[in-house]
């Protein structure tokens, strides 16, 4: 008889991080007689693991992870080994529990990252300027130039690139749409972007190619997609709220394009944007993109990337896109990431 794992949340993090080795070590021990393409079988699917992906050479491309209050590190990213999908991922950065991770991102060590703040302020930083550290290392704070309120976090970041344009979401589904050159080298550091006290808190951001359309999502898995040319200079409303309901994404689409959608039990899925038409017109009431009640992530992703998981608790896993099916309709996603007493905070693509 199988025992039952007991809740852990108010263990502290080195009894954690010390019955989390354990039990990987179980499961590389039991894995170790069992040929290298499992079939597993549960009630809601039956998946073939993927092989073991060959390590990745080494790269200038580095995994960067932040927590709101700016607490963050780099890492290469191929340090970080490729994993099936379901797993537990390792333990990244060394976060106190009250300040978790909150952002993940990847740039090259030769870029700037933009940062944005909860109060829709923009800032830019060398991604070199980050400390680089192991794959479970300590932070350090990189917002002592920034001079932020006490109220205020970071919420998004992205590298910089000299094309395409950014899209900006509040909660309350407020839109802003800018052109790259905004933020360039001659941007004053601070910059305000919308008035958070009237449109609601900045909530994510996302690169676009300045011609596409942009598919935004809330909390409760709804999304409504429309072509970014629609939204006023100023910025205006982009999607109409249910009650309760908060936006928690925003990402670039096209008819040909897939969206990955993860929600915070670690479930996601691939959207076919031929199968979610766009909205003539923005500030709509949003559809179901997803059957979920905790969506944290939409992102455009196409093959062949690999998909970075975070958690509250700081572990991270590295997938290939590749083993989560596409779908035109609506579902509940496959296991992403194997989570006890844990939500999934943050995604990301290579």
């Known amino acids: 008889m199988e025992s039952q794992r007991p809740d852990l949340s108010q263990v502290s ?3 954690r991080e010390y019955i989390e080795k354990l039990e990987n070590e179980i499961t590389r021990l039991r894995g170790a007689s069992l040929p290298s393409r499992v079939r597993s079988t549960s009630r809601e699917e039956t998946t ?4 073991s992906a060959p390590p990745e050479p080494p790269t200038t491309i580095q995994v960067i992870t932040l927590t709101a209050s700016g607490l963050a590190k780099r890492t290469p990213r191929h340090l970080y080994l490729r994993q099936r999908r379901g797993g537990m991922g390792i333990f990244d950065l060394d976060a106190p529990e009250d300040d978790p991770p909150a952002i993940l991102i990847l740039a090259d060590l030769s870029q700037y990252l933009l940062l944005f ?5 923009a800032f830019r930083l060398p991604v070199s300027q980050i400390d680089e550290m192991p794959v479970r290392g300590r932070g350090t704070s990189i917002v002592t130039r920034m001079n932020l309120q006490p109220d205020e976090r970071l919420v998004a970041a992205m590298p910089d690139e000299a094309r395409g344009a950014v899209a900006l979401v509040s909660a309350h589904g407020m ?5 790259h050159h905004i933020f360039g080298e001659y ?3 601070g910059t305000v972007l919308f008035d958070a006290g009237k449109y609601g808190m900045l909530t994510a951001g996302c690169r676009t190619p300045g011609d596409g359309d942009l598919l935004i999502a809330t909390r409760q898995g709804k999304a409504i997609r429309f072509p970014e040319k629609l939204v006023p200079p100023q910025g205006g409303a982009g999607i109409r709220l249910e009650k309760g309901d908060v936006v928690t994404a925003v990402a670039a689409a096209n008819d040909d394009s897939r969206v ?3 929600d915070a039990i670690g479930r996601g899925t691939l959207r076919l944007m031929s199968g979610f038409a766009a909205n003539k017109s923005a500030g709509g009431g949003g559809k179901t993109a997803m059957n979920t009640d905790c969506l944290v992530a939409a992102l455009s992703a196409e093959d062949p990337e690999d998909v970075f998981m975070i958690s509250r608790w700081s572990k991270v896993i590295r997938f290939s896109l ?3 099916p596409a779908k035109e309709g609506v579902v509940q996603g496959v296991n992403c990431m194997a ?5 999934v905070v943050a995604v990301t693509v290579s």
């Open 322 to 324: 590749m083993e989560i």
């Open 175 to 179: 839109v802003r749409h800018l052109r």
């Open 260 to 262: 990955l959608l993860v």
């Open 339 to 343: 989570l006890r007493a844990d939500e």
């Open 48 to 51: 073939i693991e993927a092989e």
């Open 13 to 15: 993090l080195e009894i």
């Open 187 to 189: 941007m004053k550091p």
């Open 117 to 121: 703040t909860s109060l829709a302020r």
